[in-house]
């Protein structure tokens, strides 16, 4: 069995799309590769527009990073809006800034549009203060995104005791826009949205090859052939072949385990408002509830390496901390993630070639920006004008040392999280 196959949001899934893998040949406006949000996304727009499309997925609809999200659907990005602004100058930030500012939104209105079955609770989530850096950190994007209009307050250390049902923090960021959902739930319902506005959704049919001649695009699979004008490869960090195209990212792993549901009693006392939470700490943390009253809660690392243990007691660990009402709580075996990050936290959109382009690096904030980022992308191509694109696109795109850094990242949350298990 998978690490894929024990995931709390697999077993609890509502929603499906019916697939299968492509046979034969198919000619379309727009091919898809990558079955999670930015490339469902995508497909439904370019489908709902009136086009013709075909998405090929190489395992199942949100197998990678998609269905293995917290599914915390934020606004915006990891970076305030200042960082945003510096990296990508005014006018484009800004632009970034507001689109993302209404990715909740998008996501919650794709929700209630086409009815899909994804526990959606748009209650807001809390970045928590773990420490006094942390506040100040919190303070200063507080200020930001105030000045950007965002309905943003901070929350004094009483009121996110009695917002979390924890004492363990000095304060928190409250954004209203957030919420949360179920990540694979709501990645196979945009699909589901896709097929029935249209979208061919062949799944189990990873592209081996493509080419581009006499301004068509041709793409490979073990049975099939599909033809077509345009390309968006939203493979993200689960990028199979197709090594000419592979996007540059450092790989970092986020896992996550759940408790039983909880008595009413401890339901009561936990996030009695529904908001989703993670805290400041540089080997973060996220807690939240789902609609059955389980206590879902991760952090950075790798489940299928040799630092398991440590991630796996720390977990224990650290949920009781937290929640010492939670102490004698068993957790259900655990999941993890892979998340593509850029250096600068900026996702990268690429030109491969004409007419094609490659989405990627949401560096952990994949629901909304992946909503909008495969949203935007199709629309640029399908009317033929980059400047729709949420970010301009670049001829290429590298990482540097991103094997090193995925090492350092892991070891560092290995470490950590050894040491704090022990004492």
Known sequence: MSDHDKSL???TCQEHVESSPLIGDLTVDLAVI???YTGCSAALTAAQAG??????????????????????????????????RQHLGGEAGDRLIDLLAAAPGDVFDLIEKHEINCEPVRNGTLHCAHSTKGLRDLQARHAQLSATGAPVDLVSAHQTARRTGSAAFLGALFDPRAGTIQPLSYVQGLARAAAEAGARIATQNPVQ?????????TLITDQGTVRAKSVIQATNAYHQGL?????????????????????????????????????TGLIMTSFRMDAEGRMIIGAMGDLSQAGRAAHTAWIRRKLAE??????????IEGWHGRIAMTSDHIPKITQIGPNALSVHGYSGRGIGPGTVFGRLAAESLLQDDPSLLP????PQYHEVWTGLRRAYFET?????????ARF
């Not at 090859?209 to 695009?217: A, C, E, L, P, T």
């Not at 408790?259 to 401890?266: F, H, I, K, R, V």
């Open 322 to 331: 937290l929640f010492p009402q939670l102490a004698d709580q068993p957790l």
């Open 391 to 394: 970010v301009p696109a670049v």
């Open 51 to 84: 086009a013709s499309v075909c998405l090929l997925e190489a395992q199942e609809i949100g197998h990678g990073g998609s269905g293995r999200n917290v599914g915390l659907a934020n606004a915006g990005l990891w970076l305030p809006p200042d960082d945003i």
């Open 209 to 217: 090859s493509m080419q581009h001649n006499d301004d068509v695009w």
């Open 34 to 36: 990558g079955g999670g």
């Open 9 to 11: 949001w697999l077993k």
């Open 412 to 420: 560092g949350a290995v470490l950590t999280h050894f040491v704090k």
């Open 243 to 279: 090594q000419k195209t592979a996007p540059a990212y450092v790989p970092v792993y986020y896992f996550q385990f759940a408790t039983a549901p909880l008595s009413d009693n401890l339901r009561a006392s936990i996030l009695p408002g529904g908001e989703g939470c993670w805290d």
